[in-house]
């Protein structure tokens, strides 16, 4: 084990129960605490543009004290495909897993396209999966192509 992953796993252990979600994509932290939300009783930390072992700049978020749905797990590909969620118990890694993006995301995303029929009207936005790394995806009512950087949470 190499010192950064050492000193890495000491940094995660400081939570005592919760979930870590660590390599979202750079800037995206805030959009995944927003897209969480952050219930009375935890505290969340955020990590902005980290250097990363694996790959240049990530984000993290530490919850504590909050367990994910396997939706929100889903949903949080789309801040970052190579995102890893880890449950914390008792300052132990319990289970680690990898987020994987939906073919569709329903309800997560606004449409930026202002003419766009789910702007106006009350309902569900829908957008198909076109790629990852970097996320493209495509407003079902409207057809516009939106990039990662575009992406706009409900
Ligand atoms: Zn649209």
């Not at 800037?27 to 543009?49: D, F, Q, R, T, Y």
């Not at 495909?81 to 939906?102: G, Q």
């Not at 329903?106 to 970097?134: A, K």
Request: net charge neutral; proline share 5%.
């Amino acid at each position: 084990m190499s010192d950064d992953v050492s000193r890495h796993k000491k940094q995660v252990a400081k939570l005592r129960h919760g979930t870590v979600i660590d390599h979202l994509s750079p800037g995206m932290a805030l959009k995944a605490l927003e897209m969480i939300g952050v219930p009375k009783h935890s505290a969340a930390l955020i990590g902005v543009n980290l250097a990363s072992a694996k790959a240049g700049r990530k984000d993290i978020l530490k919850l504590e004290n909050i367990e994910l749905s396997d939706e929100q797990i889903d949903n949080l590909a789309v801040l970052g495909p190579s995102a890893t969620v880890c449950y914390i118990r008792e300052y132990e890694i319990v289970k680690k897993v990898r987020v994987k993006l939906p073919e569709v995301l329903e309800g997560v995303l606004r449409c930026p396209n202002p003419n766009c029929i789910t702007n106006h009207d009350r309902l569900t936005t829908s957008f198909d999966v076109e790629r990852t790394s970097p996320t493209q995806v495509r407003c079902t009512f409207c057809e516009r192509l939106i990039s990662e950087d575009d992406i706009v949470l409900l």
